[in-house]
């Protein structure tokens, strides 16, 4: 009943975005390139569909060979402008998802700015550092740039045929737009995806000649201590003796519920919104969650990007660092498709890289 109220909204926000993306088609509204490879990373929903871990496989991918940066603007975070992300920078200075970046890629130069094109022209402008490829998180819909290759993350598991535009669904604009993508990724996949899925989801997005499609899953590693709580043995894998208080604050926790039953026999959950900042009350509520778990054996459990948040959390007690982890995640892709993507990715950084060079040579005023 609510969501034929919500029609009215969709049908006036469709319309905005329809008139938007048709200004920029026709040159009406202007798109900045730039001399340099740009990769984008983004959805057509609202809703985790596991941006930032295929984020962290780019750089991964690309940092040996080149300078990498990435850009995005900082999701709730309390500050302004363009910064660098450092290892000490804080959630809320920088958000949840660039710290995590660099946390883990140290070495590689992560940053935010809510004007992408300024973001790109910070770093390009840099002496010290300026990168060979940038990376832009959450970006499909930021056509202020226009990137030499766009990639699109779908979820498996939601589908976006039968969706709807905001705010009656989850679609940010019209499926139509997925037109602009290069690369199509259906991220969250089982372990096998059979070759007639493929070619239903192939026509489902109506994909073009020029798009390539990809599927990858989510893979889980060991858990790690957030604080200086002691590493698990390899008793939590195999006796499934202890209690588990999964705490998450993201788009949706199920698939993370789903792989910790192979190691323990009772979970209780605690679901925050994504991007949520605790607050010093939430913290005694899951202490006295934590608590009322009768067990001999117990801890509680977080996401990657969840443990950002919360190690520069003031209101943690020595009891609750002691028993938090985090649960590691990366992608992978299935089926040998690993190799096509790699190389289609190192073929257009490796050609169009000599136009950084072509960039620095017209800021330097050389012929």
């Known amino acids: 009943m ?6 009215p909204l969709s049908l006036l926000y469709g319309f905005a975005m329809y008139l938007r993306n048709r200004a920029y088609d026709l040159n009406i509204l202007k798109s900045t390139e730039f001399d340099v490879p740009v990769i984008s990373i983004g959805n057509i929903t609202v809703g985790g569909t596991g941006k930032t871990p295929h984020v962290e496989y780019l750089v991964k991918l690309l940092k040996e060979k080149y300078e990498v940066a ?6 709730k975070r309390k500050t302004k402008g363009f910064r660098y992300v450092e290892s000490n920078s804080t959630a809320i200075e920088v958000g949840d998802e660039p710290l995590q970046i660099k946390n883990k890629y140290k070495d590689v130069t992560v940053s935010v700015c809510e004007n992408r094109v300024v973001g790109v022209e910070k770093l390009l402008a840099s002496e010290a550092k300026a990168p060979d490829v940038v990376l832009l998180d959450d970006a499909f819909q930021h056509r202020r740039i226009s990137p030499g290759l766009n990639i699109l993350l779908i979820d498996y598991n939601r589908q976006i045929k039968e969706d709807h535009l905001l705010p009656m669904g989850r679609l940010r604009e019209s499926v139509h737009q997925m037109r602009r993508a290069n690369i199509i990724i259906f991220t969250k996949c089982p372990d096998e995806v059979t070759p007639i899925m493929r070619r239903i989801l192939s026509n489902d997005v109506g994909l073009f000649p020029y798009q390539k499609l990809y599927f990858t899953k989510l893979e889980y590693d060991k858990l790690l201590p ?4 002691e590493s698990l043995d390899a008793g939590f894998y195999k006796e499934k003796k202890h209690a588990v208080l999964l705490l ?13 039953r192979h190691f323990s026999k009772r979970i209780e ?8 900042n605790y607050s010093a009350q939430d913290i005694q509520t899951i202490l006295n969650k934590f608590a009322a778990l009768k067990a001999e054996k117990k801890i509680i459990i977080t996401t ?4 950002m948040r919360l190690k520069n959390n003031s209101g943690l007690t020595d009891e609750f660092k002691s028993v938090l982890y985090y649960l590691p ?9 690993k190799k096509s993507f790699n190389k289609k990715i190192l073929n257009y950084v490796g050609e169009n890289k000599s136009n950084r060079e072509l960039h620095k040579r017209k800021n330097s005023g050389k012929s």
């Not at 609510?2 to 029609?7: A, C, E, G, P, R």
């Not at 990435?70 to 999701?75: A, H, Q, V």
């Not at 959950?269 to 991007?275: G, M």
Request: hydrophobic content about 40%; glycine content about 4%; cysteine-free.
């Open 2 to 7: 609510v969501k034929i109220f919500l029609y």
């Open 70 to 75: 990435t850009l995005s603007r900082g999701y």
């Open 226 to 229: 957030v604080f200086d709580a």
């Open 248 to 260: 998450t604050g993201i788009a949706s926790p199920k698939l993370i519920e789903k792989y910790l």
């Open 269 to 276: 959950t605690l679901t925050f919104p994504d991007h949520y």
């Open 304 to 307: 990657e990007k969840d443990s």
């Open 329 to 337: 995640v990366q992608v992978k892709f299935l089926d040998e498709e």
